[in-house]
T-cell receptor, first 110, second 115 residues
C-alpha cells in the first residue's frame, strides 16, 4: 500500500530564511505528488502538483524518483507562509484518491 | 464560485448516539469524497462517489458508518452508533471528475466530538 511520510511535525524559521518541508513516499508504481496547504481558519487547498512543474507563492517541489521524495522549498520565507502543509499522492489511474501525510506546521517568525 | 458546503460545522454527542453530516459539492462536480481527519493526522479517505455510485469505500467502517449520494449531488454521512475514536473532522471534497488530473476542492469540515 502507498504511504506518505512527513518527518517533521513542526518547522520554525525566521522571515527571510530558506524553507524545506520534507516528504517521502512509498509506492511501487508512478504516483502523482501534491502539496496541500491549510492556513489558519481556512479550508485545505491545493498548493502545487508535481506534473505542473510550477512555482506557486514562491514554493517549488521536485519529484525525485530515486529518493522517492517530493520536498517543498522556498528560498525566502514570509510570515504569511505560516500554515499546515500536507504532502499527498494519488495513484496514476482513472479512479484515484489522495493519500496524505500527517502534515508539517510551518511557523515563520518576524 | 461557491465552494463545498458542509453542515453542521460542530457537533458534540455522547458515545452510542448517532450523527449525520451533510455536504453540497461545487455545482457540476461529479466526484464527491468524504475524508476523516483525526487530530494530528492527515485526512484519510472514507468514501468516494462518482455521481451517485460508490467508487471506493474500502476504508469506511461499514458496521457504523454509512454514506449516500442518492441524486448524485449532495451527500450525507452517518455514524451510528458513535464511538469515542470517531472524534475527528469530517471533510467533504469534490472534483469535476475522478482521475488524478482533477483538482480536489475541500469544504471547511464538520468537527465531531464524541464524549
Amino acid at each position: 500500500a502507498q504511504r506518505v511520510t512527513q518527518p517533521e511535525k513542526l518547522l520554525s524559521v525566521f522571515k527571510g530564511a530558506p524553507v524545506e518541508l520534507k516528504c517521502n513516499y512509498s509506492y511501487s508504481g508512478s504516483p502523482e505528488l501534491f502539496w496541500y496547504v491549510q492556513y489558519s481558519r481556512q479550508r485545505l487547498q491545493l498548493l502545487l502538483r508535481h506534473i505542473s512543474r510550477e512555482s506557486i507563492k514562491g514554493f517549488t517541489a521536485d519529484l525525485n524518483k530515486g529518493e522517492t521524495s517530493f520536498h517543498l522549498k522556498k528560498p525566502f520565507a514570509q510570515e504569511e507562509d505560516s500554515a499546515m502543509y500536507y504532502c499527498a499522492l494519488t495513484l496514476n489511474s482513472g479512479y484515484s484518491t489522495l493519500t496524505f501525510g500527517k502534515g508539517t506546521m510551518l511557523l515563520v517568525s518576524p | 464560485e461557491a465552494g463545498v458546503a458542509q453542515s453542521p460545522r460542530y457537533k458534540i454527542i455522547e458515545k452510542r448516539q448517532s450523527v449525520a453530516f451533510w455536504c453540497n459539492p461545487i455545482s457540476g462536480h461529479a466526484t464527491l469524497y468524504w475524508y476523516q481527519q483525526i487530530l494530528g493526522q492527515g485526512p484519510k479517505l472514507l468514501i468516494q462517489f462518482q455521481n451517485n455510485g460508490v467508487v471506493d469505500d474500502s476504508q469506511l467502517p461499514k458496521d457504523r458508518f454509512s454514506a449516500e449520494r442518492l441524486k448524485g449531488v449532495d451527500s450525507t454521512l452517518k455514524i451510528q452508533p458513535a464511538k469515542l475514536e470517531d472524534s475527528a473532522v469530517y471533510l467533504c471534497a469534490s472534483s469535476l471528475s475522478s482521475g488524478s488530473g482533477n483538482t480536489i476542492y475541500f469544504g471547511e469540515g464538520s468537527w465531531l466530538t464524541v464524549v
